[in-house]
């Protein structure tokens, strides 16, 4: 039996029902901008760069003439940022999460922690860049090495690491911590051989994450005074070497048209980069997370 | 383990007493490890606090140095910023001016399209169309902002000339308009998650009365999901006065001291890209002068992130 007869229904409030209609339709158009535009800035950079996109792209090193110009100092130099910036920021913020969770107590210096973490989140990576310059490149004399920009990006991520740890860790159930309690082990064989594995799919997810966000930010770099024009690689940490967005920040901003072709190049591979983080980051999510 | 490991395992542990094992437990070295765990963790921990006094100090310690040179009240009051000029002058003011069009700007995308994009998310789209909205809307957010930069200048802009004839190369609403688009997933996917919050028994409550969805939607489910809203917008519109890439590619470096925004402008964090890509001596004024604006800056995300902060926190209505 219907209780309700909606001709009735819709004859008495026609105004209200239009109304309803056309807002979810305005509604529905403003969230297919956002489709709409990520579909229109890959479609441009993807016309745009693939011309560009051959093996000399990759084996060349930048040059002053577009056709010559290729990203192979810069490519590397990702790879080598990436080298001090994972070990660094994962310990940092892997032993921060671990003290925050299982050891902390609940007082103002933990809760002190806490919140000045979340405010770190909020500053912008600029700022982040001038530390940088200040600590490492200055007062440490690293001066504009992988070193010094590989210490300053790992600040800038440390607490989105933390963050998403902390997470892993507290959805690890109490009862796996305490049946290794009750077979006699102690708290910190606990963490290292319960807690952890058990929390490691979260945690990996969420440092590549971050790790990605390092490979495309460019700000704290141009800060810290990282060259964008280089002709040679990287043999130590100490060295002085550039980065793909860099890279792609020096052919935008050239006059010349047809570097604009080349940036585009540079930004499929950037961006082919970052995907691939990504797909290992959802990959990693769906294969290993554990509902509990 | 197979069966016959378990055997063996019972045998050797058959040989002690429990009392044995852990007095033989206590004696090894791992207790003593134990014991330091905490403070090596906790010196990992002090690294975030570290980094927060060393962003305040230097801040601090070189805006100082640039006071020194340069008096405040000219910082604050002075209509110009040329500080590569001959007869210098250190006025901030265009430099705020310029980071306010471009939030504005933003604003006026993202908070309309983002909001919007949460509502329908949240109570019009079925499962499934979220499901695939979502991540799309993730990856939109996490495209570097060079790239972005690089789309303003080579596409936005273009675009907008043909629109408007005046408009300059470098001008304010071109990369107003890509920062807009850059914050709207963030307004859309915190707004969404304070949407979806609200619980199902007051939106029943309201249909029952017969409401039409959106007359639920505007008048309960908003109102009561308000404090996270503003939460979202707050911090979006701090990321939008943070953001560098797509104002110093696209933006110019012209800081001026009116509403245009069809010319070129300078923000704050392009002056210091601007200072960090030239060659600005160690020591020099113009070199200190990107602390006293970093500071600034600094100021200006602070205050809005801890107004985020506090609005989610305190004004939060509970069920």
Known sequence: ?292 | MNEEGVTILRVQQAQYSIREMIQERKQKKRIQIERFIPSILLLTAAVSILTTLGIVFTLIFETITFFKEVSVSEFFTADKWYPFAEAASYGVMPLVLGTLKITMIAALVAVPIGLATAIYLSEYASEKTRRVIKPILEVLAGVPTIVYGFFALTFVTPVLRSIFPSLEMFNALSPGLVVGIMITPMIASLSEDALVSVPRAMREGALALGSTKLEVTLKVVLPAAISGIVASIVLALSRAIGETMIVSVAGGSTPSLNMDVTTSIQTMTAYIVQVSTGDAGYGTTIYYSIYAVGMTLFLFTLVMNLLAQYISRKVREEY
Do not use: C, H
């Not at chain 1, 490149?137 to 590989?150: K, N, T």
């Not at chain 1, 005074?225 to 860099?246: E, H, N, Q, S, Y």
């Open chain 1, 1 to 292: 039996m219907k209780l309700i007869d909606k001709t009735i229904v819709a004859k008495k409030m026609p105004i209200r029902l239009v109304r309803n209609t056309i807002l979810k339709g305005l509604f529905f158009l403003a969230t297919t901008f956002g489709l709409l535009v990520l579909g229109i800035l890959l479609y441009r950079i993807f016309t745009q760069g693939i011309g560009y996109l051959d093996w000399d792209f990759f084996q060349n090193f930048a040059s002053r003439r577009p056709e010559e110009a290729g990203i192979k100092a810069a490519l590397i130099g990702s790879i080598w940022l990436m080298l001090v910036v994972a070990p660094v920021a994962l310990l940092l913020g892997l032993g921060t999460a671990i003290y925050l969770e299982e050891y902390a107590k609940k007082n103002w210096f933990t809760s002190f922690i806490k919140l000045n973490i979340s405010n770190l989140a909020g500053v912008p990576s600029i700022i982040f860049g001038l530390l940088g310059l200040t600590i490492f490149v200055r007062a440490l004399a690293l001066e504009r090495s992988v070193l010094a920009a590989g210490l300053t990006m790992s600040l800038l991520v440390l607490p989105v690491i933390i963050v998403a740890a902390q997470e892993a860790i507290r959805s690890v159930p109490r009862e796996l911590r305490e049946a290794s309690y009750g077979m006699g082990a102690t708290k910190w064989q606990t963490i290292v051989r319960v807690v952890l594995p058990a929390a490691i799919p979260g945690i990996l997810t969420g440092s590549i994450l971050a790790l990605s966000r390092a490979v495309g930010e460019t700000a704290p770099l141009v800060v810290v005074g990282i060259p964008m024009f280089i002709a040679f690689l990287p043999k130590t940490v100490f060295d002085t070497f550039t980065v793909l967005p860099m890279q792609i920040y020096n052919w935008t901003s050239r006059p010349q048209e047809e570097f604009q072709s080349v940036a585009a190049a540079g930004i499929l591979v950037l961006l082919f980069l970052l995907i691939f983080m990504n797909s290992i980051a959802v990959f990693i999510r769906n294969k290993f997370q554990k509902r509990y």
